[in-house]
């Protein structure tokens, strides 16, 4: 029988290959290197180019890479976790879902209640596999707790995460698991499907979330007014 640890998981990390966040790969893994994650997850908008990235220099650090992305459905953004395939964008929730599992991947909705961040409805929260609970730019904590009260009343589980656009930030939430050893991305998959997870860490502080969400705005505005390529 496999002995069981306690490890802190990021699950929702971004780098420079989204359009709204900085930060090299390397940035990244070093800085959860840092803080002595065992795991995080880049989950960059839409494309997988830093998660395949960050697989390929992972054995530099002392951090497992969870390959995944944040796909921008119909219905709102939706994770990916354990998924490396180019994901289709504009599908329904529902598709996504099938398509993620079908990948051998796990379904999270990432900051739920916050439309604003495109957040999936709570009608929809049931077809996932896992919710946020917690992220790290919720300043308020409202929203991250109606999350984590629905959350509890449909048995989901529940997942913290800094939701990291900035290499500084990785890991100031995450997600706490209970894990079979050796540490492996099927391991951590299935620790979330089975509920054996919490939610830990503290938001982003107030300054630092304006500053960021003023150097995002930015960043998308001049992402919309490159011109169109066609190949």
């Not at 994650?37 to 530099?60: E, N, W």
């Not at 509890?152 to 589980?157: D, L, T, V």
């Not at 990785?170 to 391991?187: D, N, S, Y």
């Amino acid at each position: 029988m496999s002995d069981e640890t306690t490890i802190q998981f990021d699950p929702h990390v971004h780098t420079a290959a989204s359009h709204d966040a900085r930060g090299s790969v390397a940035d990244v893994l070093h800085q959860a290197d840092e803080r002595e994650l065992a795991a995080i997850s880049i989950t960059d908008h839409d494309t997988v180019d830093g998660a395949q990235r960050a697989l390929d220099i992972q054995h530099r650090y002392d951090v497992l890479v969870v390959p995944g992305v944040e796909i921008s459905t119909a219905d709102g953004h939706l994770l990916g976790l354990g998924i490396s395939n180019q994901p289709p964008v504009g599908q329904s929730l529902v598709a996504t879902v099938e398509w993620i599992r079908d990948c051998g991947g796990i379904a999270v909705a990432p900051h739920p209640f916050q439309r604003s961040r495109h957040g999936i409805s709570k009608s929809l929260l049931a077809n996932c596999d896992g919710v946020e609970v917690f992220n790290a730019w919720a300043v308020t904590g409202i929203q991250n707790r109606r999350a984590a009260a629905f959350a509890k009343r449909i048995g989901q589980s529940g997942l913290g995460a800094s939701d990291a656009h900035r290499p500084e930030t990785v890991g100031i939430a995450a997600t706490e698991l209970t894990i079979e050893e050796p540490v492996t991305v099927q391991r951590i998959l299935n620790a979330i499907i089975a509920g054996r997870c919490r939610a830990v860490g503290r938001s982003i502080r107030l300054k630092t979330s304006l500053r960021t969400y003023a150097t995002a705005l930015t960043q998308l505005i001049r992402h919309r007014q490159r011109p169109s390529t066609t190949r």
